[in-house]
């Protein structure tokens, strides 16, 4: 029997993994928001002296697990397994990273949920005595995803109120069987939810569905209530996707608002920074919890933290071919016990 | 400590998982070639009655999972996670099938080494006492691919002798912590390898060091001989990779050639049916495996499989960038001791 499930959808791990080391790196414009003195490395050229985008958000990604495991001297020959991913098309950002790496490696993708995806099933090599030392990673890098998912940026196409500004960023997690650092007590795996939006432009309308299930199934798997978290932190669902889980937290009976905010809030002063409806991305979740919250966990200023990054798993042909947009949100628990 | 970890990358399972059910669907080519009477549905129409290639394919995924659970006689309820993907971007058959399904997914992408992916971390829910039944699936077609990677099927374009072909077909398997059938024993995880093949019409070339990589590292991980195992099959390597597998595990002191064979060059009868090199995509290893090989295990006519999908990791935008084509590698053992 599946000793370490409880509820429907949580894990509760009996060995808790800790995160000995966190690092993150961001762009020029996510080092001017409200977050800047807490990221590790704030880039002056996104390009990172490659000649494309995605070869610069590789790049960025590869410096990022590389000074995630010289903050706890390790090198990738300690390093039992890398999990993460990307936005774009076959991963390819972490897959060149991985090749560089050398240290073996699973792929995985969730959208804007992989950071959390990653988080999950690291922590479960770890609980379950299959590894010792695992690295979680993601990046997401505005010039490519515009590019791939919606225009040229030569275009310089207009953006509605509810779209998002996609996050230059990465973020690499170090999860360990020893060692000190905030532990991952608990995972809510997400279904995939959809409620029929169809609307690119607005991603935190798609998502937020699936963020409100993880999160009142997380809550009623543990018996917890929400003030139980110092923080309830979404990925990257925006004003507009930030409004909609409030409310239907409010109709499953949970008012999470004293204690909730979303990652794509937090990352861009939006009074400031023109992102419309906020920022987005695997890098955005990755960053914001590597750069700012990780360093809160550690000096206890925050002891108990529920993250759920938040994916959109469209692709621009199942958008052409008329589909709706299937959201999913991974949660993952941080604490500093 | 990683207790279950033996050698570099493997791990032995305690408990291991058995493949309670499995279930195949293929194509009408793939229909007439030579492990016809295995595969449990032959398609007549690759269409699936539906509108697109990629709503087709979604289609054919969900029906193999649908009739995988039926077989075991499980429901959606019953099942703790789904893992996969697909070769389209975003993996879009399965993000919508996840969805269909509404049970809790991880996705994943190993390009055409996502079957064992899927088994490897499928495994590891299960020995480690976090899930008692999970779903492994993935599914290639080849009008998706043929148009995502490489030309419009309307273009007609020439094949060089080195080119694959695309298996349309899908496999999922039901791993549980309980019941019966072939068990997986050991995983081996694949490091990212690239030896700087950049022609996309000679992917078994380019994957063709990551499983001989990954081959050797099993075998002295666990200190078994080629000859332990009734059959070591890899994914879609196809004659060229095949050759060169062999020549390299030659190299490192292993003779594997009187065991091994490659799900691409035993799904098509090359000398009838003009597939060049042989088949490939996700689709090859998990038919072969989830048609053939386990109703192989079953009458135990075969005791012990290595089975080690393979996958190159590039996209079409990798290419344009003049980058090479990484290969990655996942074994897993199964048994019917």
Redesign the interface.
């Given at each position: 029997?599946?000793?370490?499930?409880i509820g429907q959808?949580t894990?509760q791990f009996q060995n808790p993994p800790k995160a000995i080391s966190a690092y993150s790196i961001v762009g020029p414009k996510e080092g001017q928001g409200p977050l800047n003195i807490w990221f590790d490395e704030v880039l002056e050229d996104d390009m990172c002296q490659e000649?494309?985008f995605?070869?610069a958000e590789g790049r960025m990604l590869r410096n990022t697990i590389i000074s995630a495991m010289k903050k706890c001297k390790k090198t990738p020959k300690d390093i039992?397994?890398m999990l993460g991913?990307d936005l774009?098309?076959?991963?390819?950002s972490t897959?060149?990273t991985?090749?560089d790496l050398?240290?073996?490696?699973?792929?995985?993708?969730?959208?804007c949920s992989t950071m959390t995806?990653s988080i999950?099933?690291a922590s479960?090599?770890?609980?379950?005595?299959?590894?010792?030392h695992v690295i979680a990673a993601t990046s997401s890098h505005f010039s490519t995803a515009e590019r791939?998912f919606r225009f040229p940026l030569e275009h310089g196409n207009q953006r509605p109120p509810t779209a998002q500004w996609t996050v230059t960023g990465s973020g690499a997690l170090i999860l360990s069987?020893e060692g000190s650092g905030p532990m991952v007590t608990h995972i809510t795996?997400?279904?995939?939810?959809?409620y029929g939006i169809s609307d690119v432009n607005n991603m935190g309308a798609a998502m937020a569905p699936a963020a409100a299930d993880t999160i009142a199934t997380h809550l009623s798997d543990t018996g917890r209530m929400p003030d139980f978290y110092d923080m309830i932190l979404t990925g990257d669902l925006g004003e507009v996707g930030k409004k909609i889980v409030l409310d239907m937290l409010m109709g499953k009976g949970f008012s999470i608002e004293k204690v909730y905010n979303d990652c794509g809030l937090m990352i861009f002063d939006n009074s400031k920074q023109d992102t419309h409806s906020g920022g987005s991305g695997c890098g955005c979740s990755a960053a914001v919890f590597c750069g700012y919250i990780y360093k809160q966990l550690q000096s206890k200023k925050v002891k108990n933290i529920l993250l759920v990054s938040t994916g959109a798993?469209?692709?621009?042909?199942?958008t052409q071919?008329g589909?709706s947009i299937?959201g999913?949100a991974h949660a993952a628990v941080f604490s500093t016990a």
């Open positions: 029997m599946a000793v370490k499930k959808q894990i000649k494309s995605e070869k039992d397994y991913g774009l098309n076959q991963l390819m897959s060149y991985a090749r050398s240290i073996p490696f699973f792929g995985l993708y969730g959208a995806e999950s099933l479960v090599l770890i609980d379950g005595g299959f590894a010792d791939q069987s795996t997400g279904k995939v939810v959809d798993l469209l692709s621009t042909i199942s071919q589909e299937p999913i």
